[in-house]
């Protein structure tokens, strides 16, 4: 092979080369042509991530809230205890309670029966018959009705619930002409009355069960009166001159608040109408006992127990009020009167 040979081989060789190199390159191009996606193509990928992203987020939020269905009840049974004793289960209770506190009829055994029918409701430091005694009484009673009037909470774990009760009396004896026994009262004769009274029950939760930690006060509703609040922390004595002041006012102003005009009522006020008076429904005996402590605002804070009699029954109850005394022109009034809120009360 001659020297023109070998060089026209060799650009031959060239030449194949070249075109090899050119029909790779045309092959790549033609590939990268090919992975070119169409019109809308990385859309549609968002849109089928944003699904499933979707689809395992709802798995997620469904999946949490059925594993932990014991945190949510425990969540909600803590906010129902808060509210225990303003719930209508406490309001059933008072409601049994009142049922319970004006049924009776007359027999020797009263007390007895009276007894074992109050204890149920009743804490351990209230007195048996709740300050109502019907020993030697000549009237039965009987519920015809109780409706609930205001709730109001004291504490987290006491609640004062004011009722309505409908009360209907029926006169079963009568004393003899001499006076020292009882003589029935044939049923052709007995006469029923209703009487209406408005009884406080002070009403507490503790122990997973509702009681009364007191015995029930008795009020007057007036719908539209609205009362203040006064808040007391620490209770400090009085000196014995204020008691012996107040002490000698009390009188007065429980002859008032049961039996008087609410005009007259009035003067041993504050503010007019601040206290709306019992209308006749309960008749002042006696202030059996008193305590008196230094209040805010240059007031005194009194806890009066009181005797009040049914002027229907003749039977005597025994209640305690709180008042806040103060003294305008030389001259006692009343400034505050059953407002136990924020007041310490410790349940045993």
């Known amino acids: 092979m001659n020297w023109f040979q070998k060089v026209a081989t060799k650009l031959e060789k060239v030449s194949a080369g070249i075109k090899s190199d050119v029909a ?104 048996p018959f709740a300050g109502l005694d019907i020993t030697g009484a000549m009237w039965k009673s009987a519920v015809r009705a109780v409706e609930v009037k205001e709730i109001k909470a004291i504490s987290d774990e006491t609640a004062h619930i004011t009722l309505r009760v409908s009360q209907l009396v029926t006169e079963t004896h009568k004393q003899d002409d001499t006076a020292t026994a009882m003589v029935e009262i044939s049923k052709e004769e007995q006469e029923t009355e209703e009487v209406i009274k408005y009884v406080v029950v002070p009403v507490a939760y503790a122990g997973d069960q509702f009681f009364v930690y007191a015995n029930p006060m008795f009020t007057y509703v007036n719908e539209g009166v609205t009362k203040g609040s006064v808040a007391y922390q620490d209770l400090k004595e009085a000196p014995i001159e204020m008691v012996q002041e107040i002490t000698a006012f009390l009188p007065t102003f429980f002859k008032a608040y049961t039996v008087d005009s609410q005009e007259q009522l009035n003067y041993l006020l504050k503010e007019d109408r601040l206290v709306t008076g019992l209308n006749n429904s309960m008749v002042f005996e006696e202030v059996v006992s008193t305590k008196v402590y230094v209040g805010t605002n240059g007031s005194w804070l009194t806890f009066a127990t009181v005797k009040l009699t049914d002027p229907t029954t003749k039977l005597q109850t025994k209640t305690t009020y709180q008042l806040e005394i103060v003294k305008e022109a030389s001259q006692l009034v009343v400034s505050g009167f059953n407002n136990y809120g924020n007041m310490n009360v410790l349940i045993d």
């Open 24 to 127: 790779v390159t045309k092959e790549k191009q033609q590939m990268k042509k090919a992975r070119v996606k169409p019109r809308g193509y990385f859309m549609r990928k968002l849109g089928v991530a944003l699904f499933w992203f979707a689809f395992f987020f709802m798995l997620f939020v469904i999946g949490n809230s059925l594993l932990a269905p014991d945190n949510v009840e425990s969540e909600e049974d803590t906010g129902s205890e808060a509210v225990k004793v303003t719930s209508i289960e406490a309001t059933e209770f008072a409601k049994r309670f009142a049922k319970a506190f004006y049924t009776w009829e007359p027999s020797e055994h009263v007390n007895t029966e009276r007894e074992e029918q109050l204890a149920p409701f009743l804490g351990k430091n209230v007195e």
